[in-house]
């Protein structure tokens, strides 16, 4: 027998292929494909935001409901209130047959996104409920998430994260992994904001104390405002009425950046894009005088009165931002409003201390256990358990260049499975070399022995492996996050523990059996 | 060296009975332990809720945290050292949550800066929704039923060489599960089901060592959980992952215990009894069942003590489950499938 035939030549390929893949981990050379951590271990968040994309409906059910009043005023017919109602239906109440007939020419020329899904006579009045078909509804919904995910991930790459991972879930849900972030609070607020940015009419006629106990003007909402006073840091919510029609939003902005006021307070600048400023010039010039509410996300941040018509197309939102928050603010209303609210529905944040923590104890709870069982082979098997060993921490080998050349993600579980795998993966050996001894005992030369050992246990080791193969790619199918890291070191130390047991140890025996003409086998 | 002599000759099959009672008190006891804690005991990944781990630089008492904690108004709140003595590490759990923002960290941050005069450091904070949890729910008992039927197939396939029955037992499973799933009923009784249809099956069919695997893997998993329960710990994804990883282990403990039983069956001229075959076998194959879990448990041990607080509960899951799956390959298993082959010798 050669010392390399085809077997080895492959066998040493393979184990040489892993280190090349595994090294780049720790030198940094090529293939410069490092272990990914998980979050877990090198620290980070993970959220899961659930957009609450019916909003959007609501949005769009809003804006036709408008659009239909402008339209009916425009042609002149009189009607007795188009409203959206709590089911995601437009009720429009009409006064007689001749409205009805122009109503529904308009419905069927210009709006034929929305149709009639059912009228009914009620005493004085004619009532339409308009809706907007299914696949339109669904498209909205659609729509909505995946205008979320793009202004998410813009808000994060504005940020500055590295290798984010932000990618849809299902419907609704966005997964979004943050690697390494120092401040989740702050990530948390930039993502979770909506920034929605309206101007609206402050209702000069309403008065706040009749408002407040109830007798809110139609067209008009109560908003609060936040006012922190400078000297206590105490915050007060200051109501305001504030008439509902939107004059402005912030999808003209074309730009919003941290300024200062005289004060050296931090301040964001807007400013609108030429429809935009256009828009905020006539109705600055129309409501001289009145008070010009800056809204976002149904909060008032300031409601200055109009002195002057403003052109250029520039304003200031102010309202006690720290340095952080202007800059935040700014990066929101620069990459835009969410289509919809978002709500965070599962969030795991582990800090750079505890990941290292992590992977500190995993370490040495994997070199203890590892060691421990190197020492325990070669007390009961000998010479075979040198074998044993070798193939163990080709193994380990393996399992780190599998890890690395798949791009797969060790977590802390993972690191588990590779423990487990060490304790596991002697198995296969003690299963041959059990087999072997009493082969031998039955008065087998070594060389029969070792080939009756292993091709008795080839089969009994395939079985075993399989099953628990089978448990870790459920694993890997169903779990998340951690989960998975460990189905993936399972499923490759599984692998490698086969490789290493049926062909690198036989391979090794052969060697050894070979090189002496053996009539003893330490085992 | 050998710590199980070769020429060991334990008459395993003759203990059944005592194996028997053993078993039964343990399941009796997992069962009291389920319905004493009116099921098991879940962690926030399944139950929903918010869990913060801080740490501080100087010794804090636990009641004068949650006396900190307590104007927050937070829903089942509970403290708890966590780690090592000197880590002043401490485990803060609730069931309220916050969907919005950054409102809870924060919050228990500057109320713990208010209660105490220290600044914790926050290491960990997860929070997983209501509807979050009941969708990881659905997905590890998922995960649990899909292992469990795959590896049927596989074990009713493999054993008894008898591919186009297993065939037939898949088949007549999904049909099982498809008919209670119209019913629209839970996951548990699902897979409950679903066990069910499998073992009436096997019994039928007379796949005997694949209705032996199966109940000695209901038995380790039963035990596993009923002993998180007694000893009221929570159930979080991992340790699903380590249940699904012990149905593993387990078999691979039970195939190669039965390998060897049908070698030996096939070896023998048919004067041999069944029972002594199967003594044999256990015996012949003890030193490495032995072996095995002893290497297996060396490394879990080593993760028990010294992996560090977060995968303390896996290790101990995984320990559990590799004792008793031991003990079930060979006191569960080969008993059952025993007397399944006596039974169908007489007829």
């Not at chain 1, 004060?263 to 400023?277: D, H, L, M, S, T």
């Not at chain 1, 628990?468 to 779990?479: D, E, M, P």
């Not at chain 1, 290493?500 to 059996?513: P, Q």
């Not at chain 2, 209670?180 to 060592?209: C, D, E, H, Q, Y």
Request: glycine share 8%; charged share 20%; with cysteine.
């Amino acid at each position: 027998m050669k010392l390399f035939s085809v077997k080895r030549v492959l066998i040493l390929g393979v184990i040489i292929t892993a280190v090349v893949c595994l090294l780049p981990t720790f030198t940094n050379t090529w293939p410069h494909k490092k272990i990914n951590l998980g979050l877990d271990l090198q620290g980070g968040m993970h959220l899961v935001l659930e957009v609450q994309n019916i909003k959007a409906v609501e949005a769009e059910l809003e804006r036709t409901a408008d659009e239909l009043k402008k339209e009916l005023r425009k042609a002149g017919i009189t009607h007795l209130g188009i409203t959206r109602q709590e089911n995601n239906t437009i009720l429009a109440r009409l006064p007689d047959q001749d409205a009805e007939k122009a109503f529904k020419e308009i419905v069927s020329k210009d709006f034929s996104n929305i149709s009639v899904a059912a009228s009914s006579e009620k005493g004085d009045f004619i009532g339409f409920h308009l809706k907007l078909p299914d696949d339109e509804t669904d498209m909205i919904m659609k729509m909505a998430t995946e205008q979320a995910l793009e202004t998410i991930r813009n808000r994060i790459d504005e940020f500055g994260v590295s290798e984010p991972d932000i990618r849809i879930q299902g419907d609704k849900r966005i997964l979004i992994q943050l690697p390494g972030i120092n401040d989740p609070d702050r990530a948390k607020d930039l993502i979770g904001k909506t920034a929605q940015l309206t101007f609206q009419l402050v209702d000069e006629n309403a008065g706040i104390d009749a408002a407040l106990k109830g007798s809110v003007p139609v067209g008009s909402e109560i908003l609060y405002e936040n006012r922190t006073d400078p000297a206590t840091g105490n915050t007060t919510k200051i109501p305001h009425v504030i008439k509902k029609q939107v004059l402005l939003d912030g999808s003209l902005l074309v730009d919003a950046r941290v300024e200062f006021d005289q004060f050296q307070q931090p301040q964001v600048g807007i400013e609108f894009n030429r429809k935009g400023a256009h828009i905020f010039d006539r109705i600055t010039g129309e409501n001289i005088k009145k008070r010009l509410a800056i809204v976002l996300d149904n909060t008032v941040y300031s409601a200055p009165v109009i002195q002057d018509r403003i052109a250029g197309g520039k304003a200031v939102i102010t309202g006690n931002f720290t340095m952080n928050e202007a800059k935040d603010l700014a990066i929101a209303l620069r990459a835009g409003s969410l289509p919809a609210p978002v709500n965070i529905i599962e969030e795991r944040t582990v800090g750079p201390t505890l990941g290292a923590d992590s992977i500190r104890t995993g370490m040495i709870s994997m070199l203890v256990g590892g060691v421990l069982i190197l020492i325990f082979m070669v007390i009961y098997f000998k010479g075979a358990g040198l074998i044993a060993n070798l193939a163990l921490l080709i193994n380990i080998i393996l399992i780190g260049g599998g890890l690395a050349a798949f791009q797969a993600t060790l977590t802390l579980p993972g690191i588990a499975g590779i423990i487990l795998t060490i304790g596991m993966a002697v198995d296969a050996n003690v299963l041959i070399f059990e087999r072997i001894r009493e082969e031998l005992r039955w008065g087998k030369t070594p060389l029969a022995a070792v080939n009756a050992g292993f091709d008795r246990a080839a089969l009994t080791i395939l079985d075993a492996n399989v099953t628990t193969l089978i448990a870790a790619i459920v694993l890997f199918q169903f779990g998340t996050g951690p989960v998975k890291g460990f189905a993936v070191t399972l499923a490759l130390g599984i692998v490698a523990s086969l490789f290493t047991a049926l062909i690198l140890s036989r391979s090794l025996f052969d060697l050894v059996l070979q090189k002496k003409t053996a009539s003893t086998l330490s085992i | 060296m050998q710590l199980i002599k070769s020429d060991i000759n334990i008459d395993f099959l003759g203990k059944r009975k005592i194996a028997f009672v053993f078993s039964a008190i343990l399941i009796i006891a997992s069962i009291t332990g389920l319905i004493v804690n009116k099921g098991p005991n879940y962690g926030i990944d399944f139950a929903g809720g918010a869990l913060i781990q801080v740490k501080f630089t100087q010794d804090v008492s636990t009641a004068k945290l949650r006396d900190s904690l307590s104007g927050l108004n937070f829903k089942d709140l509970s403290v708890q050292d966590f780690g090592e003595p000197q880590a002043h590490e401490f485990l803060i759990r609730t069931a309220s949550i916050d969907t919005v923002g950054s409102g809870l960290s924060q919050s228990v941050s500057s109320a713990i800066l208010q209660g105490t005069g220290l600044t914790p450091e926050i290491r960990r904070m997860e929070m997983v929704g209501p509807q979050v949890g009941d969708d990881l729910k659905k997905q590890a008992l998922l995960a649990i039923f899909y292992s469990l039927l795959f590896i049927t197939i596989y074990i009713s396939g493999r054993f008894e060489l008898k591919w186009i029955l297993s065939g037939v037992t898949a088949g007549a499973l999904m049909a099982a599960v498809y008919f209670l799933s119209v019913f629209n009923v839970s996951m548990p009784i699902l897979i409950t089901g679903a066990l069910v249809v499998s073992l009436i099956l096997f019994w039928r069919l007379r796949l005997k060592f694949a209705m032996g695997a199966l109940i000695a893997l209901i038995h380790d998993v039963f035990i596993t959980v009923g002993i998180f329960c007694i000893l009221n710990l929570d159930f979080s994804l991992p340790i699903i992952a380590a249940l699904l990883t012990i149905i593993g282990y387990s078999l691979n403990d039970t195939i190669i215990v039965f390998d060897r039983i049908r070698e030996n069956i096939k070896g023998e001229t048919a004067k041999v009894a069944f029972p002594e075959i199967f003594n044999k076998s256990i015996n012949q194959t003890l030193s490495r069942t032995i072996l095995t879990s002893v290497t297996t448990l060396i490394v879990l041990l080593s993760l028990f003590f010294l992996g560090g607080e977060i995968i303390h509960n896996f290790a101990f899951a995984m320990i559990v489950g590799v004792l008793i799956g031991t003990y079930s390959s060979i006191f569960v298993a080969s008993p059952i499938v025993l007397a399944v082959s006596v039974k169908g010798q007489k007829k």
